[in-house]
């Protein structure tokens, strides 16, 4: 049997890869690749302490199944504010966009 | 209950996960980051499986490997210059700093606390659980996030949508990007081509 003291270290080590990304890359679209990663790693911690803590209601996997929904919503709303800061700045870079900083 | 099939199956599918986390992050092409990132998500829904968590294993195949993949390539295809030659910026140390304190935060908890696991048993039709559990206790929320989609997609072709004033294509065409001049002059050499064919 996989402890589960295991799966919560996988999931450490992808969030952590992922919240790297957030910081330090600068196109916009590997910052979202990045905050998806992340998300998926939440999904990891949710289903294991489903299954190992308290299996009889499905409640983490409800979860991630909405975790799921809000990721792909997110994902297709950035996409369209990536797309349009591209056609308007010509960049996909956050660190180009800084129209709101004087 | 696990065999050992299982536990080499999580094993190899934790490496297969990490090495292509650790792809996007290395990749300097926003394709070759995104293919890694497909690839991550297809490990993540076998660890899925291994965790006898099937629905969310499939929902992940489906949503995630091919719904955000197929839309991330497509945002990608339409931001032509920004594709290869993705550096970090100046946050390199500040981001390895942040993110390995996080994750030894996180691991330090995870090993130190005691977890009762032993209520670890079958978990048989995790569909049917999350179906009722859906219709009944979290009717509310599953409303919720039908017209939070809603929401999203309206407000998504409402921002891309080009406003009907809005000289867009010309003037992007006109700025610098060669490669649209030639694409469209190419087009209509084409057209011209066809049309003296025909006649």
Same mark, same amino acid.
């Given at each position: 049997?996989? #402890?589960? %003291? ?15 990304? =957030? ?12 905050? %998806? ?17 308290? #299996?009889? #209601?499905?409640?983490?996997? =409800?979860?991630? =199944? ?7 919503? %997110? ?18 870079? =956050?660190? %180009? ?6 | ?7 080499? /199956? ?7 996960? $990490?090495?292509? +986390? &650790? ?20 490990? &993540? ?13 499939? +929902?992940?195949?489906?949503?995630? /490997? ?43 908890? +995870? ?46 072709? $409402? ?20 490669? $649209?001049?030639?694409?469209? /002059? ?14």
């Amino acid at each position: 049997m996989i #402890p589960m %003291e295991h799966v919560l270290i996988l999931g450490a080590a992808l969030f952590a890869i992922g919240m790297y990304g =957030v910081l330090a890359r600068r196109n916009a679209v590997l910052i979202l690749l990045s905050v %998806e990663l992340m998300l998926n790693a939440v999904n990891l911690n949710l289903i294991a302490f489903n299954v190992y803590l308290r #299996p009889n #209601p499905a409640t983490g996997m =409800v979860f991630s =199944v909405f975790v799921i929904v809000i990721a792909a919503a %997110e994902a297709g709303l950035a996409l369209a504010i990536i797309l349009r800061l591209f056609r308007n700045r010509r960049t996909a870079n =956050v660190d %180009e966009a800084d129209l709101l900083k004087w | 209950m696990d065999g050992f099939g299982v536990t080499a /199956a999580f094993w190899g599918l934790s490496a297969l996960a $990490v090495g292509s +986390a &650790l792809g996007i992050m290395l990749a300097r092409s926003l394709l070759h980051a995104v293919l890694w990132l497909i690839l991550a998500f297809a490990g &993540l829904a076998g660890l899925f499986v291994t965790l006898s968590a099937d629905f969310v294993a499939v +929902a992940q195949v489906l949503v995630y /490997a091919g719904a955000v993949g197929v839309l991330v390539v497509f945002a990608i295809m339409l931001t032509p210059n920004s594709q290869t030659g993705n550096s970090e910026t100046r946050m390199v140390g500040p981001g390895l700093f942040v993110a390995s304190v996080v994750s030894g935060i996180m691991v330090y908890i +995870a090993t130190q606390t005691d977890w009762s696991t032993a209520a670890r048993g079958d978990f048989p039709a995790t569909a049917l659980e999350i179906g009722t559990a859906l219709t009944n206790r979290y009717l509310l929320p599953f409303e919720v996030a039908s017209v939070l989609l809603i929401a999203a997609m309206v407000g998504a072709i $409402v921002l891309v949508r080009a406003a009907r004033d809005e000289p867009e294509r010309r003037e992007l065409a006109g700025e610098g990007e060669g490669e $649209v001049n030639t694409a469209e /002059a190419a087009g209509r050499e084409v057209v011209a081509a066809g049309s003296h064919g025909g006649h």
